[in-house]
T-cell receptor, first 115, second 110 residues
Framework: EPEVTQTPSHQVTQMGQEVILRCVPI?????FYWYRQILGQKVEFLVS????????KSEIFDDQFSVERPDGSNFTLKIRSTKLEDSAMYFC?????????????FGPGTRLLVL | GQNIDQPTEMTATEGAIVQINCTYQ??????LFWYQQHAGEAPTFLSY????GLEEKGRFSSFLSRSKGYSYLLLKELQMKDSASYLC???????????FGSGTQLTVLP
């Protein structure tokens, strides 16, 4: 069964450093998403991406964040200058185009710890 | 804005039936999803409702009433492996993003 994959599974970084989180969405999917989940809190939407551009973003997704689809398979989230409060599990998700039943399938996540 | 409420915790016994409720208030509505999340893992899709009524899928069923802003997830013949957090998520009519509730932590006891 096709699945979303993410790398790395864990990342530890120093405050102020840049990090890039990588995702490979399901191959025939056209819509891509990033969500995050701070430990013990709810899953929060960050950004959605379609046709090589951002289609929606939340208030969390400020100028420190960017997304890119550098090639036909990868989808990345970059945090330019990490803060302590960026520590969270970051989930990538993808969905197929078309019907309203489209389900978002989540990857296993990258646990980011900012020290 | 959107507001989604679920009970924080529930406990049930192996083999029993449990109902997890979710109420929502959204600006527009385009579907309600239930996901299962084991600790430290990704949310896994369980069910989707967009019209009123019951959707059944094996041991899991989900119900929706749009007029009441209410849904429930019914789990039958509970197994120990069903111990997890169950997330209610709503998609508004104007967006593809999902807004999640805080999740209901279900503990299944032997």
């Amino acid at each position: 069964e096709p699945e979303v994959t993410q790398t790395p599974s864990h990342q530890v970084t120093q405050m102020g450093q840049e990090v890039i989180l990588r995702c490979v969405p399901i191959s025939n999917h056209l819509y891509f998403y990033w969500y995050r989940q701070i430990l013990g809190q709810k899953v929060e939407f960050l950004v959605s991406f379609y046709n090589n551009e951002i289609s929606e973003k939340s208030e969390i997704f400020d100028d420190q964040f960017s997304v890119e689809r550098p090639d036909g398979s990868n989808f990345t989230l970059k945090i330019r200058s990490t803060k302590l409060e960026d520590s969270a599990m970051y989930f990538c998700a993808s969905s197929a185009s078309g019907t309203g039943r489209e389900t978002q399938y989540f990857g296993p996540g990258t646990r980011l710890l900012v020290l | 804005g959107q507001n989604i409420d679920q009970p924080t915790e529930m406990t049930a016994t192996e083999g029993a039936i449990v109902q997890i409720n979710c109420t929502y208030q959204t600006s527009g509505f385009n579907g309600l999803f239930w996901y299962q999340q084991h600790a430290g893992e990704a949310p896994t899709f369980l069910s989707y409702n967009v019209l009123d009524g019951l959707e059944e899928k094996g041991r899991f069923s989900s119900f929706l009433s749009r007029s009441k802003g209410y849904s429930y997830l019914l789990l039958k013949e509970l197994q120990m492996k069903d111990s997890a957090s169950y997330l209610c998520a709503v998609r508004s009519s104007s967006a593809r993003q999902l807004t999640f509730g805080s999740g209901t932590q279900l503990t299944v006891l032997p």
